[in-house]
């Protein structure tokens, strides 16, 4: 299932303030038709119904490579140790809160990537696997 949520955005360009749907998690196995997106940079792309202005949304995406346990946190803008450290934390801190949740994500490889290049090669795999 992909995960949306209603955001509001301000366009850069015309000042347009607009609802649009982010999307905040994906799994690779229900949700083929976005990993072209994914793969493109395309994902979380908006556009001002004023004046047509594209813009791509700064956001984390969480993308579950089921049936591979492994779960990547691509954000764009989390370029830094640091900020991936912010994120790898919060990750750890949802799954030490039940024991079900623990025992999975002790066994699930845990990435965060902010750089589309190293995310190209990890869903081109997915795709020749399961694709
Ligand atoms: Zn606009």
Known sequence: MVGTKTIEVTCEK???????????HIDLHD???LIK??????ANRVQC????KVMYLKRSIVIN??????????DASAK???AKE?????YEDIITINETLEETGNETE???????KKLKPLLEQYLKVYG
Do not use: M, W
């Open 49 to 52: 119904p004023k004046c047509k």
């Open 65 to 74: 490579f089921d049936p591979e346990s492994k779960i990547v946190v691509f």
């Open 80 to 82: 830094s140790k640091a």
């Open 110 to 116: 845990f990435l965060v990537l902010h750089d589309l």
């Open 37 to 42: 997106n994914l793969k493109s940079g395309k």
């Open 86 to 90: 912010v994120l790898q934390k919060t």
């Open 14 to 24: 015309c000042g347009k303030l607009y609802e649009a749907e982010a999307i905040d």
């Open 31 to 33: 949700d083929r038709g």
